[in-house]
């Protein structure tokens, strides 16, 4: 799956080019698809800060890492 991943979303390796990690990568694709499917203000919306608490990670990490996949896919969350 991972190369799927890479291959639909990036034009460019963004693993090489910023030293992404398959578990950095899977983190934000929930990350994301947790955003895009649930309104916000919704009891079951999770934060960044809470993504991450779990991950063991920084929330300005996460901060760095959605807003890096967002950018490679040109904001377009939508999948036709």
Known sequence: SRNVIDSYFFKESVVNAENLTNSELCLVSMLLASKYLIDEGEDEEIYNNEWAKAANMSTEKINKLEKLVLGK???????S
């Open 73 to 79: 896919m040109d904001w377009e969350l939508y999948v």
